[in-house]
């Protein structure tokens, strides 16, 4: 009983502040698309897909982070600052030379990128100026995600959170200021969305420096922390680190792949999946949070060597993650609607995000369970091949061909969405649980 408590007294300590960062996080999205569809359904399409290399690159920082976080986590059970403060280190380096290649890619030849998503030629121009200008806020978010996500591996959430809360009230504002021209200030539209995004983004990263630095974590480097990197740590840590971002990187590959299927099956479509994104991510932001802290939970308990302990906080905690996917699928097919009311949409438009949303929710607990495994658990004991493994067939040989499959039989874009997801989900579920069951994962890497 004592254990139960003490799990459910971590987890909110934990999940909780990343649970509100990541409410933040997709309610800014959530407001950017709203306050960019007052302009029209172009304007939401053409964000939209700008912000798929965004998500690329998010997502492929997360995989060069969380790859440092599962050293962070038990290190940092056995107290061993100076190995984490080199893991940060090596996270940064490679965090640099990530976003370099999207700022470029971004920045230079947004035209050629944006041209694999959509014909449309309204939505293209809007969507290649959009790119442009919040290219520029990809070292912000870089640095960002390095910091927020190390300072998780030590059990420190609230100041992301914080960081994250004042990013939006910033990014509302300058919306409302530079997207409709009000203040005298010019009426910007898209442009105007993609600088508020910016000037955000580099107020949460100043913000989140300065929080972490005023309270002494031990999260800041030096010249000789980078200069302490040996051979043998980086083969180490990429022995464990390249799989995550493989990982992460063929599921990104593989949501822009679906995401230029839903564009090539017209513009109403692209719209409905935008918005449906939108409350996805608002629903998701718990399930990660979730998943995050449980990695953290175990990776500390496993830095200890206490493997018994760490089986049964796994245990536990994916009955709680039932319960926990089961309130919020009835909590948002409950408020569904008067979301997506708010929107200037076309009937068959609205029709179409509802039901998506819908087979969302009954997805989730499957969905759950598998973040639960993957993100969780078995990233936590450094089984990083196996995840990278799974994921690939998943997504490159269930869920996409699926999706084609179904748009060459002209199936609606809410069945392409239920089989292909549904799909491959289920095909997760059976490989990750049998891994998980039978404690692989449960071992030391300290």
Not at 157 to 163: L, N
Not at 284 to 308: D, P, Q, V, Y
Not at 403 to 427: R, S
Request: proline share 2%; net charge positive; hydrophobic share 55%.
């Amino acid at each position: 009983m004592n254990l139960v408590k003490d799990i459910h007294k971590k987890i909110l300590q934990i999940a909780v502040p990343i649970t509100l960062q990541g409410l933040i996080t997709s309610t800014i999205n959530l407001v950017d698309v709203f306050m960019i569809g007052q302009i029209g359904e172009a304007a939401i399409a053409a964000v939209g897909l700008a912000n798929q290399i965004m998500m690329l690159l998010i997502i492929s920082l997360f995989g060069v982070s969380s790859a440092g976080v599962i050293f962070v986590s038990q290190f940092y059970g056995i107290k061993d600052f100076s190995s984490i403060r080199k893991v940060i280190a090596f996270c940064s380096l490679l965090a640099l030379v990530v976003t370099a290649a999207f700022f470029c890619a971004a920045f230079f030849i947004s035209d050629v990128l944006m041209q694999l998503f959509t014909t449309d030629v309204d939505v293209l121009l809007l969507a290649e100026n959009y790119l442009r200008i919040v290219a520029i806020s990809y070292f912000f978010s870089a640095s960002t995600i390095t910091l927020a996500q190390m300072l998780s591996g030590i059990g420190h959430t609230k100041e992301a959170m914080y960081a994250s809360a004042l990013a939006l009230v910033i990014n509302v504002a300058l919306n409302y200021v530079l997207i409709f021209g009000h203040f005298g200030f010019p009426q910007l539209g898209v442009a105007g969305a993609a600088i508020a995004t910016t000037c955000a983004r580099l107020v949460e990263c100043l913000l989140l420096f300065f929080l972490a630095h005023s309270r002494n974590y031990p999260v800041f480097v030096s010249l000789s922390d980078f200069k302490n990197i040996e051979q043998s740590f980086i083969y180490r840590y990429l022995k464990t680190a390249l799989p995550v971002i493989g990982s992460y990187t063929c599921w990104a590959l593989g949501t822009t792949t679906l995401m230029a299927i839903y564009a090539r099956m017209g513009t109403d479509t692209l719209v409905s999946v935008n918005i449906f994104n939108s409350l996805e991510k608002i629903a998701m932001t718990g399930i990660i949070a979730l998943s995050c802290a449980t990695g953290i939970i175990i990776g500390h308990e496993l830095g200890r060597n206490n493997i018994a302990k760490a089986v049964s906080i796994a245990k536990e905690i994916n009955i709680i993650a039932v319960i926990f996917a089961a309130v919020i699928a009835v909590i948002l097919a409950n408020f569904i609607d008067p979301i997506i009311g708010l929107y200037d949409l076309e009937s068959g438009t609205r029709v179409m995000a509802r039901k998506l949303t819908l087979f969302f929710c009954l997805l989730l607990p499957l969905i759950t369970v598998n973040s639960i495994n993957m993100m969780g658990t078995l990233k936590s004991g450094g089984e990083t091949r196996y995840i990278f493994l799974v994921d690939t067939v998943c997504m490159w040989g269930t869920s996409v061909p699926l999706a084609m499959a179904c748009v060459q039989l002209n199936f609606p874009v809410v069945y392409v969405y239920l089989i292909a997801i549904g799909g491959g989900e289920a095909v997760k579920l059976t490989l990750s649980g049998v891994r998980v069951v039978r404690l692989k994962w449960a071992k030391s890497l300290t």
